[in-house]
């Protein structure tokens, strides 16, 4: 929309970090010797070394100013420490940076820990728009230190940035303009507000910007400026069609259509009944891949694909066990595709022999032939493969390693999570339970990544972002049952909910690739509108819109419960975000909505332990298979008893006394294929519509005879009213209260079918209003009384309520402007401050349904004057 070099090109390239040359430019009061020099030298051996601040009660306040030799863009930040512990080591602080020392903000809050290890934090140096801003000054503010009582000390501080002046000038100049460009969108849209359109003009005409997409600024024209109703409404369907309503559409309650689909073999065969398998989805050739898993007795090695297409399964082996260097039955692995070889990766199980002891596994194994007669290797190997989908070796299985933990990558494990990004050629590996032969002493695998490349594993170590309070724990902490999904276009794993010992999880983590750093998104999802803590949950994400499925899963019935369940009305989520180090929203998945007089829509059950992929091109979701949990059966038809081991069950040791009925896992063999419903474009144009005319309505019953207004109200509002929704029909009524000023009846049996109020409104004679006290007069009080609080972000009444009165600005009167009157016919009289404020109302509130980069900017000028350290 906007033609500003900061928004339309991309970044510069950022040159290599290096050490930047600083000065010390002032500090709070130190303690004796100690002063704020000493953190330019690195000597860790001498104990005077340090800058030591005079004060140590928690009031007072305590700092350092550091100035860059040049401006620059800082990166990160480096404390060096004494070369043994010490009391006063500082352990909480702040950091801000600025272009000068009297507007800074924070760009780091976290802690040191106490040992003789130096660390390094990233700073913030993009702000929220993705615009890097250049620094000259740094504050460094310490918040505490690791003895109590101690005076706090900071040892030696190194900055990393770049200096480059070519690189610092072009970043500098994309974030002044930025600035200037944002503080005149404002400007703009307060004239506009104020009825001052002589000098908004003159801004626009004299500057290179838009406050909006010009089909809202002709909007605004038609509907505020000349009441064109019709005009007004076309500029709804032409809004539409330049996919100005797509983001407001994309954040509606969505619905959820599911299909069930019954494609088999040539054979009419499809595969078995099971769960803790894995799947991966061919976008380009709509081909789903499906391997393994565990039916409830034994694991599973047939492996299948799905034709999207001709939606039929084929079986490409029904033992990988038998092929050369396949995989032996399996469950709870994962499985990705590469899109640019047609390569399946495969990594991690729980198979029939790894609950076995220590030597019962190697020995299994030796009798498999998956280790040779006399090998002493680490009877759990991590075995790590890759099937060929095309191509030379179309059809074969490759073994690219026995054991990955022996070449620095992970140990063997399941239930872990598997992405890869398909352009870098790098696989991500998150969590998972290992497998060593100790059931009793759970132990939990770390992240690592896999370059294809060079065949090489690197265990990432990621450090807390900028929002995270604490250095000294992981940032993620270990787990297994859980979620990881890759935003390829911002480079960012979303890892969140599984379970750690016996506690289920609810929160989530961003984490930077470039970076390395992890952001907490949620330390608790379920207390901010999200899912209940989950295990064995599946997830996929589209980066195009920003959103991320997540499928059921088993929950606690309470949280600190140990029982698991599967509620029968476990819904499904979607998470949205706009930037994936800030926290998104959370909505539920609601079902398809039931038509009038029509049959019940099939849908899955609730389920876990299941396996999803998602067409990000189709905008398809396919699910197979999983767990739905326990039902009563007699008990000669129930297995030995089952008990929860990662993703699926494995019997228990021993047979036990069991009732004449017993409880048994249900494992399912459906498919299904899913799409999300939104509303239709159309359904938001009519809400606009309804908006528009409740306006014309009103002028209607002030300017023309009562009879014309009612049968507009008849016909043309009426006929944009959804008369199914009690808040549009409450509202649709109180307009025939406005219209006589008469109270009038919130009984449903007073409107028709067709929505229309029928003459006994009027049953009860007139009275005067002082006050709305129903739902119906809502919409009446917005014209009476006029105190009602301003919707967000709006700032455009003329008239503010304080204590019960109204009140005009007293700097503005409000009149007509000379631009207006060249719209105007001479024979129209002028447009009263009244009505242009209701006007502004109504087009300020059909914005909620246009993408904010279409739209004026959110909040107004008068925010920064209440914001701290406003103007």
């Known amino acids: 929309m906007m033609s500003a070099t900061w928004a339309t090109s991309s970044q510069p390239t950022m040159p290599p970090a290096q050490a930047m040359t600083y000065a010390i430019a002032g500090c709070s009061e130190h303690s004796g010797n100690y002063v704020p020099e000493n953190i330019l030298v690195d000597t860790p051996q001498d104990p005077t070394s340090r800058w030591s601040g005079a004060q140590q009660l928690p009031t007072a306040k305590q700092w350092i100013m550091l100035k860059l030799e040049t401006l620059s863009v800082i990166k990160s930040i480096t404390f060096g420490k004494f070369h043994r512990k010490h009391p006063c080591n500082m352990r909480e602080f702040r950091v801000y940076v600025g272009l000068n020392p009297h507007h800074m903000v924070q760009a780091l809050h976290t802690q040191l820990k106490d040992d003789t290890v130096y660390e390094t934090f990233p700073l913030k140096h993009v702000n929220s728009e993705g615009i890097y801003f250049p620094t000259r000054f740094i504050k460094i503010v310490p918040v505490s230190a690791h003895g109590m009582s101690f005076h ?39 004239l506009r507000q104020r009825r001052l359109l002589t000098p908004y003009q003159n ?32 500029r709804l369907l032409e809004a539409s069609s330049a996919g100005l309503l797509d983001a407001y559409i994309q954040f509606c309650q969505p619905h959820s259509q599911w299909k069930r689909l019954h494609g088999v073999d040539a054979d009419g065969d499809a595969p078995s009944k099971r769960g ?60 990705v595709y590469d899109t640019k070889s047609g390569c399946i990766y495969l990594l991690g199980r729980l198979g029939d022999g790894d609950i076995l002891k220590p030597e019962e596994h190697q020995e299994l194994l030796r009798r498999a032939g998956e280790i040779p007669d006399g090998s002493r290797s680490t ?54 339970r290992v497998v060593d032969g100790d059931w009793d002493s759970p132990k939990y695998s770390g992240m690592y990544s896999y370059n294809v490349r060079t065949s090489k594993w690197k265990l990432l170590q990621p450090q807390p972002a900028l929002s995270m309070s604490s250095s000294v724990q992981p940032p993620i902490s270990p787990r297994f049952g ?29 984490y930077d690739i470039a970076s390395n750093t992890v952001t907490e998104l949620f ?16 997830a996929i994400i589209d980066g195009r819109l920003k959103e991320i ?124 294929t899913m799409k999300l419903l ?119 009444s003329a008239t503010v309520a304080s204590s019960g009165q109204k009140r005009r600005y007293a700097l503005l009167s409000m009149e007509e402007d000379p631009e207006e009157t060249a719209l105007r016919d001479a024979s129209t009289k002028p447009l009263s401050p009244e009505r242009f404020r209701q006007r502004t109302e109504v087009f300020e509130s059909l914005l909620q349904f246009v993408g904010e980069d279409g739209k004026q900017p959110m909040g107004s000028l008068l925010d920064m004057v209440d914001a701290e350290d406003g103007i």
């Open 203 to 234: 801004i626009l005409a004299r500057s290179n910007i838009q406050v909006e997409h010009p089909i809202v600024t002709a909007l605004h024209s038609s509907l505020v400026l000349q009441g064109n109703w019709t005009d007004s409404e076309t």
């Open 482 to 510: 859980h979620s990881m999904v890759l935003d390829t276009m911002s480079h960012t794993l979303f890892i969140f909910a599984g379970q750690r010992d016996d506690k289920y999880l609810s929160d989530m983590y961003a």
């Open 152 to 190: 706090i000390s900071i040892w030696y501080v190194s900055i990393s940035g770049t200096a480059d002046p070519l690189y610092i000038d072009n970043i500098r100049s994309r974030y002044e303009e930025y600035r200037e460009t944002v503080v005149l969108r404002h400007v703009l849209k307060h």
């Open 678 to 796: 939104r509303a239709a474009h159309e359904e938001i144009i009519r809400r606009a519509k309804y908006q528009i005319r409740q306006q014309q309505f009103r002028e209607m019953c002030e300017e023309q005879p009562a009879v014309k207004a009612l049968r507009f109200l008849q016909t043309e509002v009426s006929a944009v009213v959804d008369h199914k929704s009690p808040e549009e029909t409450s509202v649709f009524r109180a307009l025939l209260g406005h219209l006589f000023s008469t109270p009038i009846t919130t009984d449903d049996s007073s409107t028709e079918s067709t929505g229309t109020p029928k003459d006994d409104t009027l049953e009860e004679p007139p009275k005067k209003r002082s006050r709305p006290n129903t739902p119906d007069e809502a919409w009446t009080s917005r014209l009476d009384d006029e105190d009602d609080d301003e919707m967000p972000g709006a700032s455009t």
């Open 276 to 335: 803790g398998h894995a799947m991966a989805l061919d976008p380009e050739n709509g081909l789903i891949y499906l391997l393994g898993g565990w039916d409830g007795q034994k694991s599973l090695d047939d492996f299948w694909v799905y034709d999207v297409t001709a939606e039929r399964w084929r079986v490409i082996s029904h033992s990988t066990s038998a092929e050369k260097n396949g995989p032996i039955a399996r469950s709870c692995h994962k499985m």
């Open 549 to 672: 499925y997540v499928f059921c899963g088993l929950t606690r019935a309470q949280p600190a419960s140990a029982l698991t369940s599967l509620r029968a009305d476990t819904p499904n989520w979607v998470y949205q975000y706009t930037h994936p180090s800030k926290p998104g929203k959370w909505t539920k998945i609601l079902p398809e909505p039931i038509q009038e007089g029509g049959e019940p829509v099939e849908v899955p059950l609730p389920r876990y332990a299941h396996q999803v992929v998602y067409d990000e091109g189709k905008k398809r979701v396919f699910m197979h298979g999983g767990n739905a949990g326990e039902v009563s059966a007699p008990a000669e038809d129930v297995e030995p008893e089952v008990e929860a081991s990662g993703d699926e069950e494995r019997p228990r040791s021993g047979e036990e006394d069991r009732p004449s009925r017993v409880l048994k896992e249900t494992r399912l063999d459906d498919f299904w």
């Open 523 to 538: 330390s608790n999802f379920s207390t901010s509108g999200g899912p209940d803590a989950c295990f064995t949950q599946r």
């Open 379 to 432: 009877p759990y190997c991590s075995e790590f493969f890759r099937y060929h989908t095309r191509g030379l070796d179309v059809g074969k299985w490759d073994l690219l390693s026995f054991d990955t933990a022996a070449s620095g990558g992970p140990p063997l494990i399941f239930d872990h999570q598997m992405v890869m990004d398909c352009e870098a050629q790098i696989l991500y590996v998150s969590g998972g």
